[in-house]
């Protein structure tokens, strides 16, 4: 799918006078950026078809590949949803609003579109308040993938948006950098035991605590997959090739690269910098310890070593637990062999 239709872009700071002229945009029909707690959303009117053929036809995302439906409130589930169990209550009580997304049965109203086809909805609750302010005053649930070019890392800050879709999207609202880094979690609540299909800012252990038995997706069940954006296609990919490294073996990997010439960028955890890179490593990025900030930098990290040029980056593993297990989702789904 190739766009060769430019508009001009707004960017707007995300106050009050930017948030009542992105609603504005939203109900006339038009694609609106804007800051939720996880990343950057590309916002079109969920029940427009022909505004949300825009948001696929902007990214270049394939069709087949389901929206995310925010909403202000939990109330406002019914009106997307059919036949929601009171698990679904349960835990819109005690997550929303916030990085969880519910999958179950959709109701008519829903655009075929917005679902990739599906007869599933995936709809969450943003905690950020600009995210909530926008889909108030636009009077519209809203469908929003992350606001990037499809399968680049996605964006957590208005800059990144900017790089992606300046000239191919109406607004942009600049509300600086996002607080969480990595995409919600995305629960489907249409089998049993629930499964998470792609795991995000709401933990497996936290979901654990509150409903007891959760699945995770199965690499082999590519009929779940269907049902949660982020899980078939490449995503979140750096331009340079992208591996991933047991932090024994990352210095051994870098030297083999170096010896190849290679033009080489290094995430490796702090306390743990190569001791000596040569020349061709043109950058080490420390990342944080805390996985809380590490997800939160991730996305800047991978973009930040593409626009020095290098070849490889060189990510050193870390431990799949709590929020490290959306990390290294997101950093096996760029792409990365291991340990190659």
């Known amino acids: 799918m190739n766009y060769n239709h430019r508009v001009r872009t707004e960017i707007l700071r995300a106050d009050d006078p930017g948030i009542v002229r992105a609603a504005e945009v939203i109900r006339s029909g038009g694609l609106v950026a804007f800051p ?32 995310i439906v925010h909403i202000a409130r939990a109330q406002q589930l019914a009106l997307l949803a059919r036949h929601i169990p009171p698990r679904a209550w349960n835990l819109a009580e005690r997550f929303w609003p916030g990085p969880l997304t519910l999958v179950l049965p959709k109701t008519e109203r829903v655009p075929a579109v917005t679902t990739g086809g599906l007869d599933t909805v995936a709809v969450r609750a943003p905690a950020h308040p600009v995210a909530k302010k926008l889909i108030e005053r636009s ?15 996605s964006p957590t800050t208005a800059q990144h948006v900017v790089e992606d879709l300046d000239g191919r999207i109406d607004l942009i609202l600049d509300g600086g950098p996002t607080a969480i880094g990595v995409e919600s979690t995305v629960l489907d609540l249409t ?10 800012g709401v933990t497996l252990e936290e979901l654990q605590e509150v409903m007891g038995e959760v699945r995770l997706l199965n690499s082999s069940d590519s009929e779940a997959a269907k049902r949660s954006p982020g899980t078939r296609w490449r995503h979140y990919a750096p331009r340079a090739k992208l591996i991933l490294a047991e932090p024994a073996e990352l210095e051994k990997i870098v030297t083999r690269l170096q010896e190849r010439g290679q033009r080489i960028g290094v995430m490796v955890r702090q306390g743990r910098l190569l001791c000596s890179p040569a020349p061709s490593v043109l950058s080490v990025i420390p990342m944080p310890s805390a996985l809380s900030e590490y997800a939160r930098r991730l996305f800047a990290a991978l973009r ?3 626009a020095q040029g290098v070849d490889v980056i060189v990510v050193e593993k870390i431990e799949e637990r709590g929020l490290g297990r959306a990390i290294m989702d997101r950093l096996r789904r760029a792409g990365g062999p291991e340990g190659t």
């Open 191 to 200: 089998q049993e035991p629930p499964m998470i299909l792609r795991p995000g």
């Open 139 to 153: 009077g519209c649930p809203i469908a929003a993938p992350s606001a990037n070019r499809f399968g680049r890392p």
């Open 304 to 306: 930040e070593l593409d």
């Open 36 to 67: 939720t707690e996880t990343v950057y959303g590309l916002g079109a009117d969920a029940l427009n078809e022909d505004a949300v053929r825009k948001v696929f036809i902007a990214k270049e995302r394939p069709r087949d590949d389901p929206l």
